[in-house]
């Protein structure tokens, strides 16, 4: 297959995107955009020289491939209709909306032979990828992944929005079953949680502490991985990757401090980076973005017929865990007690005000 004939299904805020990158990658046509919005597919069509469409089954027969970007709720229906049909789908995270359903739609994927990926998309991010070329053994993990609040993807809280990622990254990182899982989380506007902080135990010893929040005012999405090998320190946002080794000397004979002299004692703090400890940072920024790379590696696997980095086994297996995380929430007592308020819906009464609402902090104040 030389040209690939493509569609995007949902073009709300991140459709259009996937949209507008598939309509410009070399011998990739966009057949069309469909939405049940009429006027957001005519909108994301005209401004790419495409056709618009207000449901997804015209496109059925006309596409070689397509990319689901409707709200997870709609992802089940959408991706089984192409792939009943034998349509190469990339669909985006979380898989879907059940394990069950993320099953069904890896069967469907399997019986027509065609790749099946699932859009985690800091798998492609340049320093999550210098990361997985490295010799890793993670022992203890922190992931944090705060933003402020869109009002988008309300249909789901914050654990399957955004802790879902590092759940992903953290299964392809450890590559071990989790044993245990305790977790609390807060719904600050009602409905879903919005933020949650979670606690995993790896069957192989590794322990990972992963906080998702959509309430913050300034964005912060890392991961920092201790192992045999060294520490690992990675910014998505700015997509540096920190790296920290002991140096050959350590490694032999380890740092005895008690040998060293007076004045090697009073070198100490200025030489623990570099001479014991080696450093080096890798800029990731300058390698493009990575959802033209998840997209790009999408349509190598419909060309190739290769497995995409991120299956649907992938999709399903963070799916699970984000279940459990979100089970784990439900059932955390607030006050310590099983029939005292439970989590994130039964957040007991506030005992007082913080600061008097009269007294209003600035807005930046935060
Ligand atoms: P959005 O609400 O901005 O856009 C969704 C669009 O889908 C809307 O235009 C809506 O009209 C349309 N739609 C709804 N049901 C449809 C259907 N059955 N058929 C066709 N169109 C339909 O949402 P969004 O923020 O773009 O999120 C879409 C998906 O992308 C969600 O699954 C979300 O979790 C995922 N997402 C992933 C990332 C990431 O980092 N990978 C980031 C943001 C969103």
Redesign the pocket.
């Given at each position: 297959m030389t040209r690939v004939r493509t569609a995007v299904?949902?073009?709300?805020?991140?459709?259009q995107h996937h949209a507008r990158i598939l309509a410009g990658l070399p011998d990739v046509e966009l057949v069309g955009v469909?939405?049940?919005?009429p006027d957001?597919a005519r909108a994301v069509a005209a401004k790419l020289g495409t056709a618009a469409f207000p449901?997804?089954a015209p496109l059925l027969g006309r596409v070689d491939a397509v990319s689901v970007?409707?709200?997870?709720v709609?992802?089940h229906?959408?991706a089984a209709a192409f792939l009943k049909a034998g349509v190469p789908v990339l669909v985006?995270?979380?898989v879907c909306r059940t394990v069950a359903e993320a099953d069904e739609l890896i069967g469907l994927a399997a019986a027509a032979g065609v790749p099946f990926q699932v859009?985690?998309?800091e798998r492609f991010n340049p320093a999550f990828e210098e990361l997985s070329r490295r010799p890793i053994r993670p022992k203890f993990v922190e992931a944090e992944r705060h933003g402020p609040f869109t009002g988008?993807?309300v249909d789901?809280g914050a654990v399957l929005?955004l802790m879902i990622?590092d759940l992903d990254l953290l299964l392809s990182l450890v590559r071990s079953p989790v044993r245990a899982v305790s977790a609390v989380g807060a719904a600050v506007f009602g409905g879903h949680e919005d933020m949650v902080n979670a606690r995993l135990e790896f069957e192989n010893g590794c322990v990972a502490h992963v906080t998702a929040s959509r309430i913050t005012r300034h964005p912060k999405r890392r991961l920092r991985v201790w192992a045999p090998e060294g520490y690992a320190g990675i910014d998505f946002v700015t997509r540096k990757l920190n790296l920290v080794q002991q140096s050959e000397e350590v490694r032999r004979h380890g740092l005895r401090v008690d040998q060293l002299d007076a004045a090697a004692k009073a070198r100490l703090k200025d030489e623990v980076f570099g001479r014991y400890l080696q450093t080096l940072t890798l800029d990731g920024d300058r390698k493009g973005d990575q959802l033209t790379a998840e997209l790009k590696h999408f349509v190598d696997c419909v060309r190739t017929g290769n497995r995409p980095r991120v299956t649907g086994e992938d999709g399903r297996d963070a799916l699970a865990l984000a279940e459990r995380v979100l089970a784990a929430v439900r059932s955390h007592p607030w006050d310590g007690v099983a029939d005292g308020p439970l989590g994130p819906g039964g957040l007991p009464q506030p005992a007082g005000y913080l600061f008097a609402p009269a007294q209003l902090a600035r807005p930046d104040a935060a």
């Open positions: 299904i949902g073009v709300g805020h991140l459709g469909a939405d049940s919005n957001q449901h997804h970007v409707t709200p997870t709609h992802h229906e959408v985006e995270k979380p859009g985690h998309i988008r993807s789901i929005d990622h």
